[in-house]
T-cell receptor, first 111, second 113 residues
Framework: GQQLNQSPQSMFIQEGEDVSMNCTSS?????WLWYKQDPGEGPVLLIALYKAGELTSNGRLTAQFGITRKDSFLNISASIPSDVGIYFC???????????FGTGTRLTIIP | SAVISQKPSRDICQRGTSLTIQCQVD?????MFWYRQQPGQSLTLIAT?????????ESGFVIDKFPISRPNLTFSTLTVSNMSPEDSSIYLC??????????FGSGTQLSVL
């Protein structure tokens, strides 16, 4: 099935740095969701976005629904060790209950 | 959000055997979804399980290999049949949570020798 392209594939940052990642598609989506997955766990929902241009925050996390409806962005400010993990975007088209998942961005914090 | 419990959390199995994974939700839900996550990969939908009807499988997945039961609105099982090492993956149960959100269980880590 189709997957969304996430960039970057992996990131190595120092604690305290800000993080930006994005998710792009050739198709229009009506809902964007961002998840974080820790090793050995299922993905945990971070933020949900429902309309173009929407900007939503969850603590140090901020996500945006792209104006073209073909992309979405996630920013993490002042990263901390517990931010380590894999971040997945997921999109849903109008009238379709299925989610399409991104390829994932692996975040590593360098001591 | 719903509380989703999956059992077992992990297992190591011999090729040719079958494993049944259980998913229990703390509230009634219409649709339950089963995903597979191969090592280092993203999530791929296996099938959608509706109570009272046969599961709907995605392209590349068949009922003989991944039979699913959905006896009520809070429970589902996925069986991985006649396993081979290629079936080594994380298997995840998920449910809708309103406002088009999807919530996941903690997953079952399967290794096939």
């Amino acid at each position: 099935g189709q997957q969304l392209n996430q960039s970057p594939q992996s990131m190595f940052i120092q604690e305290g740095e800000d993080v930006s990642m994005n998710c792009t598609s050739s198709s229009i989506f009506n809902t964007w969701l961002w998840y974080k997955q820790d090793p050995g766990e299922g993905p945990v929902l971070l933020i949900a976005l429902y309309k173009a241009g929407e900007l939503t925050s969850n603590g140090r996390l901020t996500a945006q629904f792209g104006i073209t409806r073909k992309d979405s962005f996630l920013n993490i400010s002042a990263s901390i060790p517990s931010d380590v993990g894999i971040y997945f975007c997921a999109g849903r088209r109008f009238g379709n209950e299925k989610l399409t998942f991104g390829t994932g961005t692996r975040l590593t914090i360098i001591p | 959000s719903a509380v989703i419990s999956q059992k077992p959390s992990r297992d190591i199995c011999q090729r040719g055997t079958s494993l049944t994974i259980q998913c229990q939700v703390d509230s009634q839900v219409t649709m339950m979804f089963w995903y597979r996550q191969q090592p280092g990969q993203s999530l791929t939908l296996i099938a959608t399980a509706n109570q009272g009807s046969e599961a709907t499988y995605e392209s590349g997945f068949v009922i003989d290999k991944f039979p699913i039961s959905r006896p009520n609105l809070t429970f589902s099982t996925l069986t991985v049949s006649n396993m081979s090492p290629e079936d080594s993956s994380i298997y995840l149960c998920s449910v809708g949570g309103g406002q088009e959100k999807l919530f996941f269980g903690s997953g079952t880590q399967l290794s096939v020798l």
